[in-house]
């Protein structure tokens, strides 16, 4: 009786033993996965931060209105001007239709 | 314990006279000191055993409490940046639109380890040739010093640069991330921005600190690492800044003036829609603050927010207002415009001659010095100041640029009789642009207080009232008149939106003295649309002139208005202003 008592305890112990590594193992590499992604997180904000800083650079109004001048013969683009806001008679109105709701019916 | 002989002598004898064997005390007596000497050796084993036990609980249990300690605590993220003390993180800076103004770049900087270094001298003269301005023997010198372990070579390089240095196979040579503060716009809104220079140093990174600008006022918060993500939105509009920018820069250079500024406001909020000074910079190659001549000479030097200027008639708005609130004239009134006008040993006079007597609304359209005096006089002095003071024009205007926070408006602190006459047409009283933007919103927007801003509002901040509502409606019609009618009406009506305002030409002084006879400050002040003012303008010019109609000409009319219609003409419709038609204007007008 007292042997196989003894037996079980030690693979118990083996087992937890067994589990206990295991579960070491599996958390570190949790937390190398984590260092990982987080490093490519920054490497990845960086290169946004570069893409953002390159866009607005690409964008800025000194560049765009230099491009506008530079090719207003082929887009014909001026400065925006007041006469170019629309009147609301200016919208055509869809065509009533002629026929009756009872003939669609 | 006393220690019982094994054969003790009277014991041996007593066996010895009755015939039993003597050795059998002796065995007896040695079987009694063994039971002894094993009790005394187990009670020790017990204790042994019990401290053991004890130890060992105690050392378990520490372990299970510190287990369950650990499974208890929220899960804490592992620092990024372990063991960095210094960080060059820094939030964005934003216009309105979330279109970007200032930004964070990674770079690298360059340093040497000399430890590490395999051939010094080499490295050195390799270095030269990718920097052409490094000074090569110095740096020599400096890599080959056997006390020196660790040697700068460049605080920030380009990502050629750092290849090239990668390229030279030194293993002395390091790379370290830098961050960079970076301003796509160049030099774009240079004097609200400010700049950035580099604080304490590491191999890792480096503090980036702002030295001027909304860089500077918004240190605290734009370097807070915790607010590293979250980007600051400025009140200025990109779109409209580069409009303003061009507008004036152009406006400058057909005037020949030395500089000028521009503010548009919001004429509610106060949120700064716009906001240039030139000569400009650009904020990403700060010049050095120059350290001789006049700061006001410099392309630093934020003409909006820290030029002092006597800024003329455009202060005239400002009396007649008062004159009105205080019931003392109607626009109607006649007022006594003879000229000139002697006050002790001083005069005041027009630029033209002026009619006898003139209605108020004619003193502010024809930009009469002389009624304007008689208005201020009307007033007095004391009731005058106090009213200027309500405006804030006699303190610091506060606005998150720290170049204005001493910049203090200069007056004579007695405020006697003809300083209230000459303060009423704008001489004696010098104040900057913005404390005049402020003022124009209160009196175009109802009458309520303005306190300017460059940081995006959600809702508009109505502030004290200053005049009424009907002294208000009063003036945007006169104002409008100066427009129509008066001195700004040869340039400055714009198709279809409805300026109003005021022009101011202002004599600037002279330091030994006195005025200039041919140097100005021409400035026109107003709002747009009149029939529902959104948005005041403020906009100066340095010494403008320009050769027109046979003389040179250097009155705001003929140099300031042209410009001033221009940049509304380009902005409102930016603005989502839809442009009225003259009929429109004029029943919208003719309604109030």
Do not use: C
Request: zero cysteines; charged letters at 20%; hydrophobic letters at 40%.
């Amino acid at each position: 009786m007292r042997a196989v008592f003894y037996m079980l305890a030690a693979f118990g112990v083996i087992g937890l033993a067994i589990w206990a590594y295991d579960q070491n193992q599996k958390t570190q590499t949790a937390l190398s996965d984590v260092r990982d992604l987080r490093a490519e997180i920054r490497s990845l904000n960086e290169a946004l931060d570069v893409q953002q800083a390159e866009w607005a650079y690409l964008n800025r109004p000194q560049r765009l209105r230099a491009l506008a001048v530079l090719n207003f013969e082929r887009l014909g683009l001026g400065p925006m001007e007041g006469r170019q806001f629309g009147q609301i008679e200016d919208v055509p109105y869809p065509q009533i239709l002629a026929s009756t709701p009872e003939d669609t019916l | 314990m006393t220690r019982t002989p094994l054969r003790p002598l009277a014991r041996v004898l007593d066996a010895r006279s009755q015939g039993v064997n003597p050795s059998g005390i002796e065995r007896e007596n040695l079987r009694l000191r063994r039971e002894q000497v094993r009790d005394a050796g187990r009670r020790r084993a017990e204790w042994r055993i019990l401290f053991l036990a004890v130890a060992f609980f105690a050392g378990y249990a520490a372990i299970g409490a510190k287990m369950g300690m650990l499974a208890a605590s929220p899960v804490a993220e592992p620092e990024a940046y372990a063991g960095e003390s210094i960080s060059g993180e820094r939030a964005d800076v934003l216009d309105r639109n979330g279109r970007l103004l200032a930004t964070n770049l990674v770079t690298h900087s360059l340093y040497a380890e000399t430890r590490y270094l395999v051939d010094g001298v080499r490295a050195a003269h390799e270095l030269g040739r990718i920097f052409p301005d490094l000074d090569v023997d110095r740096l020599a010198a400096r890599l080959t010093d056997p006390d020196r372990r660790f040697a700068w070579i460049r605080a920030r390089v380009s990502p050629e640069q750092a290849q090239a240095a990668h390229d030279i196979g030194e293993p002395g040579l390091l790379l370290g991330p830098r961050d960079m503060r970076l301003y796509p716009n160049g030099t774009l809104a240079a004097h609200v921005l400010g700049g950035t220079t580099y604080g304490e140093q590491g191999v890792t990174a480096a503090e980036i600190e702002g030295i001027a600008g909304i860089e500077l006022a918004g240190d605290d918060r734009l370097s807070d690492p915790d607010l590293a993500d979250v980007s600051l939105s400025l009140s200025l509009d990109l779109s409209i800044q580069a409009v303003v920018e061009e507008v004036l820069a152009g406006g400058i250079q057909v005037y020949n003036a030395n500089g000028g500024s521009a503010i548009l406001m919001d004429a509610y909020t106060g949120e700064i829609v716009s906001m240039a000074s030139a000569p400009t910079f650009d904020p990403n190659d700060r010049p050095a603050p120059a350290l001789s001549g006049d700061p006001a000479d410099s392309p630093l030097f934020n003409r909006t927010v820290q030029g002092l200027y006597e800024l003329g008639s455009v202060m005239k708005v400002f009396a007649v207002a008062q004159a009105l609130e205080m019931g003392l004239v109607t626009p109607d009134t006649m007022v006594d415009t003879r000229g000139p006008m002697r006050f002790g040993r001083h005069r005041i006079s027009d630029m033209h001659r002026m009619p006898a007597q003139m209605t108020v609304t004619d003193v502010l359209v024809e930009s009469s010095n002389v009624g304007t005096a008689r208005l201020a006089q009307m007033i007095g002095a004391e009731q005058q100041r106090a009213f200027l003071q309500s405006f804030g024009f006699l303190d610091p205007m506060p606005i998150e640029l720290p170049e204005s926070r001493n910049v203090r408006p200069q007056y004579d602190p007695r405020w006697s009789e003809i300083t209230s006459m000459t303060v009423s047409y704008g001489h004696g009283l010098s104040m900057t642009p913005l404390h005049l933007a402020a003022g124009y919103a209160t009196i175009v927007n109802g009458g309520t207080r303005v306190q300017p801003t460059l940081l995006r509002r959600t809702n508009p901040a109505l502030g004290e009232r200053v005049i009424s509502e009907r002294t208000s409606r009063q003036m945007r019609a006169m104002m409008r008149r100066v427009v129509t009618d008066g001195t700004a009406s040869m340039f400055g009506e714009a198709e279809g939106y409805a300026i109003g305002g005021k022009t101011g030409t202002a004599d600037k002084p002279n330091p030994q003295g006195g005025y200039y006879e041919d140097r100005v400050v021409a400035t026109f002040a107003g709002a747009f649309p009149m029939t529902d003012p959104r948005y005041v303008f403020v906009v100066t010019m340095d010494e403008p002139t320009v050769f027109a109609a046979g003389q040179n000409r250097r009155t705001a009319g003929w140099t300031v208005v042209p410009v001033v219609r221009e940049m509304v003409e380009r902005v409102a419709p930016m603005l989502g202003l839809r442009p009225q038609g003259a009929a429109e204007i004029d029943a919208m007008l003719r309604l109030r």
